[in-house]
């Protein structure tokens, strides 16, 4: 087949394109034609059923060409209506790029949003577990500090004790001392 662009070249060829001479070589071709053979015994393709006249074969040439011209609309008219086509998919696919897929493209994304949701839920809980073991920490520190301050008062209170003892204790056998000299005397 020819390109679109050869259109042109072949309307001007087209014989209905040239109605004056085809009106003329239509009235020989009508009184040639009632002693040839039918047009079906031409399409069957036997030898003696062909015409050998110049005006059966010209008037062939013209039919190709009428049917090569509309063959040439046909295509132009389906080029056309191709390119309408394929902005109207375009403008569809670019208007649908926003809008949720459809089938097991959406059951796939709506499991993986489920899975990212149990994964949210879950980070949630280990920082809200990380925030309790954190202040919990934090208490157990000052727990510590604070029983450290209590076992350094205790251990000053013990040794204040233990040197109040050993004073009194010390004083305690200088009077058990003292006494024993006076009832041995």
Request: aromatic share 4%.
């Amino acid at each position: 087949g020819r390109l679109p662009a050869a259109r042109p070249r072949a309307l001007a060829r087209a014989s209905w394109a040239r109605p004056s001479r085809m009106a003329d070589e239509l009235v020989p071709f009508k009184a040639c034609a009632e002693s040839h053979p039918s047009p079906v015994a031409l399409q069957k393709g036997s030898s003696s059923a062909r015409c050998r006249c110049g005006v059966c074969s010209a008037n062939l040439g013209r039919r190709l060409d009428l049917l090569e011209a509309r063959v040439l609309s046909h295509w132009h008219e389906f080029l056309v209506h191709k390119s309408e086509v394929q902005r109207k998919f375009e403008d569809v696919f670019a208007g649908n790029k926003g809008s949720r897929p459809k089938g097991a493209v959406a059951a796939h994304l709506a499991e993986l949003e489920r899975r990212l949701e149990v994964a949210e839920q879950g980070a949630r809980a280990a920082e809200e577990g990380c925030e309790v073991s954190g202040k919990q920490l934090t208490d157990l520190r000052q727990s510590a500090e604070e029983m450290q301050k209590g076992f350094k008062q205790l251990h000053g209170r013990v040794g204040q004790e233990t040197a109040e003892l050993g004073r009194t204790s010390t004083e305690l056998q200088r009077t058990v001392a003292c006494l024993e000299q006076r009832f041995e005397e």
